[in-house]
């Protein structure tokens, strides 16, 4: 399966779910990652290092350090990689009301990693645009 690439299904179907985890980046460098015990939700090879997204509690364990704590909201409508418009759909909302997002983009869904305190402000914007769209079929 390739995914939904259509807007307005998309934008109908994506049911947000907010994970009850709390998330933090960390950056570790290239010759220390493989020697963590660590399940990082995503990691990303940068010239300055890797960044992990992990859980807070994993981090805390393993003395990594971080800057603030994220909430994860997955869009849980297997969205095609190729699909035109949802994140911008979806960031710009969420911009106009102040709220930041990190999004990473999976092979099945799209998470947008919140700000902690923000998190239940962004699930009801994204609850909204899901509810309205839902609507619109009717």
Known sequence: MSGEGDLQTLLREMQPLLHPEKYVFCNVNEDVFPSLNLH???????????????????????????????ALITLQVHSSLQAVGFLAKITAALAQAGVSV??????????????????????NILKGIWQSNKLIDR
């Open 102 to 123: 990190n999004v990473f983009s999976a092979y099945y869904h799209d998470h947008l990693l919140i700000p902690w305190e923000k998190r239940l402000q962004a699930l």
């Open 40 to 70: 990082p939700l995503a990691t990303f090879r940068e010239q300055e290092g890797i960044t992990l997204v992990l859980q807070q509690r994993q981090a805390e364990g393993h003395s990594l350090s971080y800057e603030g704590v994220w």
